[in-house]
DNA sequence: AAATATATGATAGTAATACTATTAATTTAT
DNA sequence: ATAAATTAATAGTATTACTATCATATATTT
């Protein structure tokens, strides 16, 4: 994909000590990236990292306070990562109805290439986001962290993409229900797709994932 | 709702001993949905559980090897309960267009009343299927608990559904992925606008999730 | 080069979790 | 009344998700 070597800024609320700063602290995010998608989120621990990395446990929370911070932490920048490239996707892109299709496609789509200019595996880092992320925001804590602008990121994409519909429907009442639906589902549909296919319809190298949403946004809309 | 005496079975496997054999077992059962929906699986423990209804961790364990079973059967149970309210709604029905209606209405809808009949309580199984399924199925376990059977009752459900989207249109390419964006996605809304509200477009007392749905579906599939 | 600050590592400890095992008490069935 | 089955009580285990303390290594300033 896109290879410009950018900088994802994240949220200073969403650590302790900024893993950017240092050598450790891009190796915990690197390699937990690794970890979650190898072991899932409850097997994860932080102990298993430290070892991993050749460094402590204790040092590690001096970057991320817990499991779920580090996980928030991963989200966030997947998002921001995702907002650049939708960003990208868009601009200059002089009909409505062609920077949505981009944007969908953006949403919808599998990742497959990593980006190796920084130490974020992208590929893994979707992997992670499709099988853990409800894990984050599925929490008693929600609102306190909403509050704290936990889920800024997300909130931010799903709202760009809801003013692209706006602007091939002005008139179309549910922009932020479709996109999260098509968000969310597209997730899900990968998920289903290699565990439980009957609840799918996909078909190797056919990418009807993305063809579905993009027809049923779509249809949606312009109607 | 629907109030026959109906009795929905639990595939055995879901189970150590039937826990609607006994009255402990069906204690556990009702204050399980309590306690899930009050603290949210994570906080939920069978130890906390034992105090609430004056039994003995031990005990439960008899019942359920694991707290994740439970939920597991919870999931079940309530998926039965759906697939019977399901054919409910939709035998007698002559057009294939009102079939779907009520079928997608069922599926979307929030339940309210409780059939206080059983000793469970449908309004917070619900609750607990919108913020805690995603909890049982996104483990690295699912492909063995899937040829187990654990997910049968819920993808039971997406193909009747389907199919009868297929009465309506033949030729739709993608009816389970429509469904089961359906149904995943009214439950993220329903949620969404309680705690993340910018990622929807819900409004109070207009049933736009039952609306936004029944529109989507019936633009995908008649175009 | 010495003094100081900062980052990291090693070790230990805690309360809670998710169980398992054993044995005793109670209830139910015959 | 006795046997069989169920449940309760108690204890124990390995692991988790941390916190606290102190030592050591590295970098910065003077």
């Known amino acids: 994909m896109e290879s410009l070597p950018i900088h994802i800024t994240i949220n200073p609320q969403l650590y302790t000590k900024n893993p950017e700063s240092s050598d450790l602290g891009r190796?915990?995010?690197?390699?937990?990236?690794?970890?979650?998608?190898?072991?899932?989120?409850?097997?994860?621990?932080f102990r298993k990292l430290g070892v991993a990395i050749g460094?402590?446990?204790?040092?590690?929370y001096r970057y991320f306070e817990s499991k779920h911070a580090l996980l928030v932490y991963l989200?966030?920048?997947?998002?921001?990562?995702?907002?650049?490239n939708l960003v990208f996707a868009t601009t200059n892109v002089?009909?409505?109805?062609?920077?949505?299709?981009?944007?969908?496609?953006?949403?919808?789509?599998?990742?497959?290439?990593?980006?190796?200019?920084?130490?974020?595996?992208?590929?893994?880092?979707?992997?992670?986001?499709?099988?853990?992320?409800?894990?984050?925001?599925?929490?008693?804590?929600?609102d306190e962290e909403n509050a704290k602008g936990f889920y800024k990121t997300y909130k931010r994409v799903v709202q760009r993409v809801s003013a692209i519909v706006?602007?091939?429907?002005?008139?179309?009442?549910?922009?932020?229900?479709?996109?999260?639906?098509?968000?969310?589902?597209?997730?899900?549909q990968r998920y289903f797709s290699k565990h439980l296919p009957s609840?799918?319809?996909?078909?190797?190298?056919?990418?009807?994932?993305?063809?579905?949403?993009?027809?049923?946004?779509?249809?949606a809309i312009t109607l």
């Open 75 to 84: 989200i966030n920048w997947y998002w921001s990562w995702i907002e650049y």
């Open 166 to 188: 706006l602007e091939v429907n002005p008139k179309f009442e549910f922009p932020n229900m479709l996109i999260s639906t098509v968000i969310e589902g597209a997730h899900h």
């Open 55 to 60: 460094s402590n446990e204790s040092s590690i």
């Open 94 to 142: 002089p009909s409505s109805e062609e920077k949505l299709k981009n944007a969908i496609d953006l949403l919808t789509r599998e990742v497959k290439e990593d980006n190796s200019i920084s130490y974020i595996n992208e590929v893994l880092l979707n992997k992670i986001i499709i099988s853990e992320s409800a894990k984050a925001y599925y929490t008693k804590d929600i």
């Open 27 to 45: 190796k915990i995010v690197s390699k937990s990236i690794e970890m979650i998608d190898q072991l899932g989120f409850e097997s994860f621990t």
């Open 199 to 219: 609840l799918t319809n996909v078909e190797e190298g056919k990418n009807n994932i993305v063809r579905f949403y993009n027809d049923l946004v779509l249809k």
